[in-house]
Structures are given as C-alpha cells and as structure tokens.
C-alpha cells in the first residue's frame, strides 16, 4: 500500500489487483506441486513476487532500478538477498510488453516460479473493467473511449493469449479457457 501511495499506482494496478494475482499464483501453485515437488522452496519467491509484480512498472515510475532498490531495502529483513534477486529478475521480466519483445528470461530453477506469477498476471488481465479504469485514472480518458480503447485493447492483446501460447500450466490453460469464454469485451 505503501508503494501504491508513493508512486500514484491507481486501482487497475494496486492492491486489489495484487491481491488477484496472488490468488491465480497459489492456485496454479497448487496445481503444479505434485508434479514439482521443488515449488516447495520457491513458495515464498512466488507468493512475494504476485504481490510486487507492478510496484516498479514503467507506466508509474521513470526509474525502475530506484523502486527496485527501494523494495530490496523494504524487503531485506524478510527475505534473504538471493531470494530478492530472484524476485527482482521475476518482476522485471514478467511483462506482456517485455516477453513479447525479448521473450522468456531464462532464470534456471526458478523457471516454472516464473512462468507462475507472469501466468497468474495474465489471467488477472480478463477483467477489462481495470482497463477502463486505466485508462480514466492515468490518462484521463473520458468513459466512452476509455471502453473503446479497453475493447481494441482485449481484440488485439488478451483474447490473443491463448492463440499466442502465453500459458503453459495446465491450470492456466484450463482457466484461461474458461475466463475466455467468458469475457464480454464489448461492454455495454
């Protein structure tokens, strides 16, 4: 809440959305620990990785390695240096923007801890009601064409997801199926 405040993070990227994708990231979690019994030690990467995931992203702040050393300092007596580093490297590298220009970072062990946040971000993004709302709250676009904007925004990006095989756990294909079907992006 903290770096909400500080940095101006409206409602479509604060805690609530935090909150979401934690949610989605321990039901994948979940999913995937029989299978990967090693997800047991990256528990905590994960779970701090969902909740930190938008504190340094570019659409708030113009210095992304200032906010990192901010929540490094904020995070130090939770987590060991390592583990931040490892956090770091998840949320630096998870965006749509950045995968779709680099692709996917190879961070070794933590791979599947990876794909398992920038999944559960995903899924939080069929809620085309946060890309009304961003578009009101940061660039002051009137409603109309903030739902304009959040429907060419769903054609060309979030129901491309599936086509574009951004998911790769079965749980995330499951649900994103499913959160497909059911967006109405046309909104009324």
Same mark, same amino acid.
Do not use: P, V, Y
């Given at each position: 809440m903290e770096f909400t405040k500080k940095y101006n993070i409206d409602e479509s990227h604060s805690l609530k959305h935090s909150m979401e994708v934690l949610r989605f990231a321990e039901n994948i979690y979940? +999913? *995937? %620990?029989?299978a990967n019994p090693f997800l047991l030690e990256h528990k905590q990467i994960i779970m701090t990785s969902a909740i930190l995931h938008d504190m340094c992203d570019r659409k708030y702040v113009s210095d *992304?390695?200032?906010v990192i050393s901010e929540i490094r300092e904020y995070m130090a007596g939770f987590l060991t240096e390592y583990e931040l580093d490892v956090i770091v490297s @998840? @949320?630096?590298t998870m965006s749509y923007s950045k995968v779709k220009k680099n692709g996917y970072p190879d %961070?070794? $062990?933590y791979q599947l801890a990876y794909h398992i946040v920038r999944e559960a971000d995903l899924l939080a993004a069929y809620d085309i009601d946060r890309c009304i709302i961003y578009s009101m709250s940061v660039?002051?676009?009137a409603y109309t064409a903030a739902v304009e904007r959040? $429907?060419?925004l769903?054609?060309?990006r979030v129901m491309k997801y599936r086509s574009d095989g951004l998911f790769i756990t079965d749980w995330s /294909?499951? /649900?994103? %199926? *499913? %959160?497909? +079907?059911l967006v109405d992006y046309k909104h009324t």
């Open positions: 979940n +999913s *995937e %620990l029989g *992304e390695s200032a @998840i @949320i630096t %961070l070794g $062990q660039d002051k676009t959040a $429907q060419l769903f054609a060309d /294909k499951a /649900k994103s %199926l *499913e %959160l497909h +079907s």
